[in-house]
C-alpha cells in the first residue's frame, strides 16, 4: 500500500533533503510530499533540484506562510487525490526521526490512525527546555481529560492516517490550525470509533533552524481543546 508523508517546511533548507532522504529509505511503499510556504531560504528550491534525481520525492509550493494546518490540509488533499492509502505527517526538523516510521507503519496494520508518541513507556522528550516539557505534559494531561480521550499525545504531530480516516471524518471542516488541528483530529478519529494507537518516539529538539510556533497559538489551542468539550458528538460523516 503506497503511502505518503507529508513534510510542510517554512525555512527548512538544513534538514529538508537529509530528512526526505532518510524518511525513503525506510521503506519501499513511502513517498515523500513537501509542502513549502515560499521559504525564504530557499527550501523549494532544493527540494524542486532533487525531484529530477528521486522519483518519490513530490512538492507543492503555496505562494507565502498559509500555516501548519493548512499545509496538513494540503497535504491530506494530496493524498486522497493520488489514492494513497496512508498519509504520514511529520516536522522537518528531525525532532520526529525517520527511523520511526517502521513502527508506525507496522501498526498501521491493525489500526486506522497510529501516533509516534513521547507519552507511552519507551518515549521521551530529549533536550528541551523545562518550561517546554511542563507546556506539554499540561496540554496533554488537559486535553486528555477535557475530551476523555484514550490517547497520551495528543499533540505530536507525527502520525498516520488511513485514507479512510481522512475520508470520514473531514479533516477539511476543522475550522482550527497548529496544535488544536492536531488535537481536534485525534478527538474526530476517536469519536468516529476509529481504532488509534500510539509507538514510542523519543522528541529530540531541531538541530538546525529556529521553531516558527508562536506564544499565542498555546492559548488558542487551551481555547479550542475547551470548545470542543463543549460540542460533544460523533464527526463521521455518513
Ligand atoms: N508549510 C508550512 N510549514 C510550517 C509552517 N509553520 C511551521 N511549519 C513547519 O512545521 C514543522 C513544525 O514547526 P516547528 O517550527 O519545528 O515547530 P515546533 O517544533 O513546535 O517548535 C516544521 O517542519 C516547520 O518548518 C507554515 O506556516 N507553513
Ligand atoms: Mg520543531
Redesign the pocket.
Known amino acids: 500500500m503506497r503511502a505518503l508523508v507529508v ?6 533548507a538544513e534538514n529538508v533533503l537529509g530528512l526526505s532522504a532518510e524518511v525513503l529509505e525506510q521503506d519501499p511503499s513511502l513517498e515523500v510530499l513537501v ?3 515560499n521559504s525564504p531560504d530557499g527550501t523549494g528550491d532544493l527540494v524542486q533540484g532533487q525531484m529530477e534525481r528521486e522519483p518519490r520525492l513530490h512538492l507543492l509550493r ?1 505562494p507565502g ?4 494546518g493548512t ?1 496538513y490540509l494540503a497535504g491530506f488533499r494530496h493524498g486522497l487525490d493520488n489514492d494513497y492509502g496512508r498519509v504520514l505527517t511529520m ?3 528531525f ?1 520526529h526521526h525517520p527511523r520511526y516510521l517502521p513502527a508506525i507503519l507496522a501498526a498501521m496494520q491493525n489500526h486506522d490512525m497510529v501516533i509516534g508518541s513521547r507519552y507511552v513507556p519507551g518515549g521521551g522528550v530529549a533536550n528541551w527546555p523545562m518550561h517546554r516539557r511542563m507546556l506539554s505534559t499540561f496540554a496533554n494531561f488537559y486535553t486528555r481529560a477535557l475530551l476523555r480521550l484514550p490517547v497520551h499525545d495528543c499533540t505530536s ?1 507525527f502520525r498516520c492516517y488511513s485514507s479512510e480516516v481522512l475520508r470520514e471524518v473531514d479533516p477539511f471542516s476543522v475550522r482550527s490550525s497548529g496544535y488544536s488541528f492536531l488535537e481536534e483530529m485525534v478527538c474526530r478519529v476517536h469519536r468516529a470509533g476509529f481504532r488509534i494507537a500510539e509507538t514510542p518516539i523519543l522528541f529530540e529538539d ?1 538541530r538546525a533552524g ?4 508562536s506564544k499565542t497559538e498555546i492559548y488558542r489551542a487551551a481555547w479550542h481543546v475547551f470548545a470542543t468539550a463543549l460540542r460533544p458528538g460523533s464527526f463521521r460523516r455518513k
Do not use: F, Q
Not at 65 to 68: F, S, V
Not at 210 to 213: A, D, G, L, T, Y
Open positions: 513534510l510542510p517546511t517554512y525555512n527548512e509542502v513549502d510556504d503555496r506562510k498559509l500555516g501548519l499545509a516536522d522537518c526538523d525532532s504531530g531541531r529556529v521553531s516558527k510556533i
